[in-house]
């Protein structure tokens, strides 16, 4: 469910009390340990933690690069978490802390679902968010982006 909101405060004005202490809580703990030079802001329809375009102004697709974000969909809520998406060392390290706390892991790529705020080990949130800095995570948009072009010169040539 995308939101039309303009601001977070927004946002958060139009969730049920139960949704917006959740998401209060969980955006409370990435503001705590949200690496320096990212920005909350809405885009996407949620809230969203980014590298302004000041920064890094050429993306692929025009936007400042989503680092991680926030949303209350239709049947649970979700944390987005790209910098785990973009390391396997951060995915897995990720991935066995969550495990010990012994709370059940529901997790795309770099989305983690839960339906309470009792499903989220907030400590483990916490640590995911702090474990990559800005420049890092530029760094490795920067390679995986040249890696993208030269396979497609590669593909190009042939």
Known sequence: ????????????????DDRRDAISAVREVILAN????LVETMNWGMIVYEIPLSVVP???????????GLA????????????IYGSDELRISFEEDYRATGKRLDM????????TLDDLPLDVIGRAVKAC??????EAYNHTMSLRKNKSTRAAKK
């Open 1 to 16: 469910m995308q939101s039309a909101a303009a601001s977070v405060e927004d946002y958060l004005a139009e969730l049920p």
């Open 34 to 37: 949200l690496p320096a030079g």
């Open 58 to 68: 050429d993306t692929y697709n025009g936007q400042p690069l989503a680092f991680a």
């Open 72 to 83: 209350s969909q239709k049947n649970y809520m979700s944390v987005y978490l790209m910098a």
């Open 108 to 115: 795309g790529k770099s989305c983690v679902r839960f339906r």
């Open 133 to 138: 800095s800005m420049e890092q995570y530029i």
